[in-house]
């Protein structure tokens, strides 16, 4: 009933920039937080940003300064701005989010930051 859906991914040369969009359907009341995660080939899927409705947010270190996580409560819509990107920041990327304390994921976007 839930579903969380991502664009916005594509190629982009090193040092450019990026929007990943996320939009929220099924629900009521805001996904709360909303996350966007990665996951490169071969490696575990890591935890990129968070974000709650009171707009705290939270990054992993690798991608701190780079990327910024924001929300539209109203439309239920996460995005992350990727500045500054590298061949290292390549990976399908995917938006989560908790609705009544049950976590639902987006079906991925991918990046592709060329050297």
């Known amino acids: 009933q839930v579903q969380l859906v991502e664009s916005g991914g594509g190629l982009v040369q090193a040092g450019g920039s990026l929007r990943l969009s996320c939009a929220a359907s099924?629900?009521?009341?805001?996904?709360?937080?909303m996350a966007w995660y990665r996951q490169a080939p071969g490696k575990q899927r890591e935890l990129v940003a968070t974000i709650t409705t009171d707009g705290t947010t939270n990054y992993a270190d690798s991608v701190k300064g780079r990327f910024f996580i924001s929300r539209n409560g109203v439309q239920n819509t996460v995005y992350l701005q990727m500045n500054s990107l590298k061949p290292e920041d390549t990976a399908v990327y995917y938006c989560?989010?908790?609705?009544?304390?049950?976590?639902?994921w987006g079906k991925g976007t991918l990046v592709t930051v060329s050297s």
């Open positions: 099924g629900v009521i009341f805001s996904v709360n937080p």
């Open positions: 989560n989010g908790r609705y009544r304390d049950v976590p639902y």
